[in-house]
């Protein structure tokens, strides 16, 4: 298996493949939330209506909170670097009851149809797949968001057609509270079903979940640093590469094609 971790996306050469660079038998898993769609605009509205909510529901007791808003970028890092959403609760100026009215506010509205239009694919996100699927490698998104969603989303940007299957969860806010177990129990189901050569197959994802999982079905993966972990945080769990986004990951496996598929 390989171990290395390759650099990220500004210091690799980007330069399209050859035709005899990939194989059909290649199978690529995919998160959708991170390599494909950007949330972060997404859970800041949830941060920020959760905090309107919470200070609502106790100024009708007659308390007024003391919030301190952080900005995206303070609220993104605190993601990225994994902070627990009561240390976020904390230093927004929450304490005790307030924070697990806040918490309770955000799995609740984290998935409400009127926040979803604020995801965005990522930049290339098309282009990568599309060539993926070109190669003849088998597409397959796993992902711990409902399934209706998912397909809806990549049905918006003409992507869930080049999926050979889309699988998701019936749990609202499984994404959100990114659920390990739960990941690895679908992408093992998936991969059965398929009958998977784990010689010739690919986990790609942004977090913890999404490395453990492939790494538990000893399939390799490569954790990209675009979605909600940091590039400290996801080397703690030693994914095979680290890269920067999904164009460099497909970049990097078309080149790989004849070296990873025996």
Same mark, same amino acid.
Request: hydrophobic share 40%; proline share 4%; charged share 15%.
């Given at each position: ?46 941060? @920020?209506? /959760? ?9 009708? *007791? #007659?308390?007024? !909170?003391? =919030?301190?808003? &952080? ?50 694919? @990522?930049? /290339? ?9 070109? *190669? #003849?490698?088998? !597409?397959? =998104?796993?992902? &711990? ?118």
């Amino acid at each position: 298996m390989l171990t290395a971790v390759a650099p990220d996306s500004e210091n690799l050469q980007y330069q399209l493949p050859s035709e005899a660079d990939s194989s059909p038998r290649m199978t690529v898993f995919c998160d959708l939330d991170g390599p494909i769609v950007d949330v972060s605009d997404r859970y800041y509205a949830t941060y @920020q209506q /959760g905090l309107a909510d919470t200070q609502a529901a106790f100024r009708t *007791r #007659g308390i007024n !909170l003391n =919030l301190q808003i &952080l900005s995206k970028q303070q609220f993104w890092q605190m993601k990225q670097n994994r902070v627990p959403d009561t240390e976020i609760a904390k230093s927004s100026g929450l304490s005790g009851e307030e924070i697990h009215v806040f918490l309770g506010c955000v799995s609740r509205i984290v998935n409400q149809p009127d926040l979803l239009h604020l995801d965005r694919i @990522q930049p /290339g996100v098309q282009w990568a797949i599309g060539l993926l699927h070109s *190669r #003849g490698v088998r !597409l397959i =998104l796993v992902t &711990l968001r409902p399934r209706n969603q998912a397909v809806q989303l990549l049905q918006n940007y003409g992507l869930a057609r080049l999926f050979t299957s889309i699988r998701g969860t019936q749990m609202p806010d499984a994404a959100y509270h990114n659920y390990t177990a739960l990941k690895t129990e679908l992408l093992a189901e998936v991969a059965e079903e398929f009958e998977s050569s784990l010689g010739s197959a690919w986990m790609i994802g942004d977090t913890e979940a999404d490395i453990l999982a492939g790494q538990a079905l000893g399939i390799p993966t490569i954790a990209v640093t675009c979605g909600i972990r940091s590039r400290h945080q996801l080397q703690k769990h030693q994914p095979n590469f680290i890269l920067s986004d999904l164009i460099i990951a497909v970049h990097h496996l078309l080149g790989l094609g004849q070296q990873v598929i025996l």
